[in-house]
């Protein structure tokens, strides 16, 4: 699903796109994402993992100033325990797929508010997705973390949604 | 005492309907703020809303302008519950009639201390 947001703020385009990178960092983002996991009492650990078998992304668009996603990749049964974990004693015995997409797609969300929050703004979030990810349209515009959780891997992506400029 | 619990998220409702039911509220959750708005249409009157920010339907903001706009909700305490977590933001919401706003991600203590300012905990919370 896209969205359109006006934030009303207008732009020339002769302005200058600014990258991910430009505005914040690597250590923003895990900070971010620290807190958000703490919220639940649990421990992020920043080591790089290979991300394997059947992967699954939940995601939040952010317009503005800076365009693009928040991405958050794990493992399909990560994302059902991680699911588990955020609903803590309210998960019900029983978690359908609808759930863990639900629950997954929410913490996309609450890293995202973040993010967004970090940025220069105005800027507008979307309603978050739940599937196999946006794909990075410019390795320059982009942050990655890599992280564990209970020795799991997840990333967490700030990824640019517009591809590099041509040079002129 | 009653709460209303709006989110578009199943697992939010969940979560925030499991604390203040946990709390003693009677709590009834709807899916966007035109759904919230149905519910107090009906005539069940909460003590406390608690509405996310951003829903497909009928935002946050547009649902707590909805109801500060009608007089026979006005004893309505409203708590925005949300990853919106700008100054702004909170202002924005605060101006158009929230009393109180929580940032994503919570715990449960940060709603009940929150309650607790409003002075809308239950009887069996302070037990």
Redesign the interface.
Known sequence: MSMTFDTGERRRSTDVRPVISELIDEATVFSIAE??WS??DEVLVPQRAELSGDLISSWVEIVGPWTGSVVVSTARDTAAEL?RG???????DELGD??VA??F??IA??V???V??ALP??SA????EVGEGPAVRNPADQLRIDVLWRGRPLSISVQGALPALSAQ | MRALVIDDSRTMRRIVSGILGGLGFEVRDAGHGREGLDVLDEGWLPDLVCVDWNMPVMDGLQFVSAVRSNPAWRQVTIMMVTSESEHTQIVKALAAGAHEYVIKPFTADAIRDKLALLGLLPQEALL
Not at chain 1, 86 to 92: E, I, N, Q, T
């Open positions: 807190e958000a919220a639940l699911a955020f609903m803590g004693p309210f998960a019900p609808s759930d639900d629950a797609g929410e969300n609450v995202a508010g973040s967004k929050a703004g105005p979030i979307s309603l978050p």
